[in-house]
């Protein structure tokens, strides 16, 4: 479903130049859960954006399906990622003065057009599937941080994405609010979404089906 070539990705800083994406190659299947684990630094974070296509690369090709988006206009790249791509981050990114059905319904939000009823339905199945029934019309600061970050898991769910990308998605929980987090996307998984997370947590790593250890910007087992 996703194949990376000799992905490459520098920053510069002045007249340094920072090589943290070397040669990374990978594939990633339909219906596959991927855990990407390393260090603070190791790269992590910048292959999730190059993958998601939140970044460039520098260097290298990906392909969605046998379609490059290596070299993609933004506009068709915009297109690739509402469609078929959906993000969770470490910090939730709710609007504060939305309530969670608001929230997680921002995707389909046009200021031209009332969103429509089949996508309220959907978007209360979503907030059901993480536990979240009876809890609708809760703003985020009347919701506890694990039921926060399960706001922005509906809201990532709410278009159907082909590919669900999370990047530390627990970095801000504790221990019992990561364990919730990482039994929905084995409920997930188990529905057959294909899921990438990316984590410095080994046991969250571990409830993946495969384990990509990243180190100074290699894939190394
Ligand atoms: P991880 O997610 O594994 O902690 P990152 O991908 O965030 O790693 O960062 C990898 C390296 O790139 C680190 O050395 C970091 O300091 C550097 N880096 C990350 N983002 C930027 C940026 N926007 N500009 C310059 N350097 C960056
Ligand atoms: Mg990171």
């Not at 809890?135 to 809201?155: F, I, M």
């Amino acid at each position: 479903m996703l194949r990376v070539n000799n992905v490459n990705k520098f920053y510069s800083n002045g007249e340094e130049k920072n090589h943290v994406l070397k040669d990374v190659s990978l594939n990633i299947g339909r219906g596959e859960f991927i855990s990407i684990c390393g260090k603070s630094g190791s790269g992590k974070s910048t292959l999730l954006n190059v993958l998601s296509t939140l970044m460039k690369p520098d260097g290298g090709e990906l392909y969605y399906n046998d379609t490059g988006y290596h070299h993609m206009k933004e506009r068709d790249l915009n297109r690739l990622r509402n469609n078929c791509y959906s993000m969770i981050f470490q910090f939730h990114y709710l609007i504060p003065y939305l309530n969670a059905l608001e929230n997680v319904l921002l995707p389909f939000t046009n200021r031209l057009f009332p969103v429509h009823k089949k996508n309220v339905e959907y978007a209360k199945e979503c907030l059901d599937k993480v536990d979240l029934q009876g809890k609708y019309e809760r703003l985020p600061g009347q919701l506890s941080g694990g039921e926060q970050q399960r706001v922005a898991v509906a809201r990532a769910l709410v278009k159907k994405p082909e590919i669900l990308f999370a990047d530390e998605p627990t970095g801000s929980l504790d221990d019992e609010n990561s364990r919730e987090i990482a039994r929905i996307f084995t409920d997930l998984h188990a529905e057959g979404y294909t899921i990438v997370m990316v984590t410095h947590d080994i046991t969250m790593a571990g409830y993946a089906e495969k384990i990509l250890n990243m180190k100074d910007g290699k894939i190394v087992s």
